[in-house]
């Protein structure tokens, strides 16, 4: 099993292997919201008057590790290929 996908920060316990990378992606979609898979999150900033949004990001590739790490759901993942 040379992909590892692990929860950070690691109090949370959570580690799981995979044959291939595309296995290890299909998993990690699973954690990630909707507003991250779109690119768009809603905001409230309570400082303005009409402090209510929607801020729109790049959508990212869902077959890409690299994209879907970088997402802020994503960020608190980590993928790794391990040494055989
Ligand atoms: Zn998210």
């Known amino acids: 099993m040379p992909w590892t996908l692990e929860h950070c920060p690691a109090n949370e316990e959570w580690s799981k292997s995979f044959a291939t990378e595309a296995e290890a992606v299909t998993e990690l979609r699973k954690h ?23 801020e729109v990001h790049k959508a990212p590739n869902p077959e890409s590790s690299y994209d879907l790490l970088s997402t802020p759901c994503g960020c608190e993942y980590e993928l790794r290929e391990d040494e055989q």
């Open 32 to 54: 990630i919201c909707d507003s991250c898979m779109t690119g768009k999150f809603e905001y409230v900033d309570t400082e303005q008057p009409d402090g209510v949004g929607v």
